[in-house]
């Protein structure tokens, strides 16, 4: 039996989390039924946050309006909690400050709940690998975003050079700039010839050398560098 990704390996760990019965029953069932394998479900925040530690599911499938405790605090509670959980927002609302607040909180990508199932399956598997996904026209406006935080004043960073200063292999450093440019890691994997695999790893080793939680604070330091520019 194939798995979600198509592959012959574990099925991808998902947990679904909507207020919704009915949607959040069906939304699980066409998962389950795609080769996922739906490890809990939840209907309020502070269950979500939970069952998300005890189960540790690779993808968080998070709906925002949540009873008991925001979509965005259940977000940055699961992903602090646990790093390697991806979250994808599936929300009813487009509405540019909840993607940039879901963004900020952690989520690997905002789909909008008028996407189809094969949207939404798809959008699972990118996120299970680290990859952004955003229902269309979404994408620009988080990178404008990022642009914008850039342009802001931060804390000192060391200078090249300093002592303490992260040290980046130039492998490193050319999948961060292309990371900055918005691109896929599956458009960086084909555009240096690795595998996918081996962008992941370039980028987890970057985060830690940098002391970065999440790709919108390495986007962030990429930017402020002209890194996006080169």
């Known amino acids: 039996m194939t798995d979600g990704t198509g592959n012959h390996e574990d099925p991808i760990k998902v947990m679904v989390v909507d207020d919704h019965p009915m949607w959040r029953d069906a939304v699980a069932r066409d998962l389950s039924e795609s080769g996922f394998e739906v490890v809990a479900t939840a209907g309020d925040g502070d269950q979500a946050v939970r069952r998300a530690k005890a189960v540790a599911p690779d993808v968080l499938v998070l709906d925002l309006n949540l009873p008991g405790k925001p979509g965005v605090q259940v977000c940055k509670e699961v992903v602090a909690a646990n790093p390697a959980v991806r979250v994808l927002v599936l929300s009813a609302s487009g509405e540019h400050a909840d993607v940039l607040e879901a963004v900020k909180s952690g989520a690997t990508g905002y789909l909008l709940k008028s996407a189809s199932t094969e949207d939404l399956r798809d959008a699972v598997r990118r996120t299970a690998v680290g990859d952004p996904v955003f229902t269309p026209g979404l994408a620009g406006l988080v990178l404008g975003e990022y642009r914008r935080l850039a342009s802001e004043p931060a804390g000192p960073a060391p200078a090249d050079g300093e002592p303490g200063a992260p040290r980046l292999t130039d492998r490193e450093t050319e999948v961060l700039r292309l990371v900055a440019k918005g691109l896929s890691y599956k458009q960086i994997a084909e555009r ?39």
């Open 192 to 230: 240096l010839v690795i595998s996918h695999r081996t962008v992941q790893n370039h980028v987890q080793n970057t985060l830690g050398k940098l002391q970065l939680h999440n790709r919108v604070e390495l986007v962030r330091y990429a930017i402020e560098r002209g890194l996006d520019d080169a």
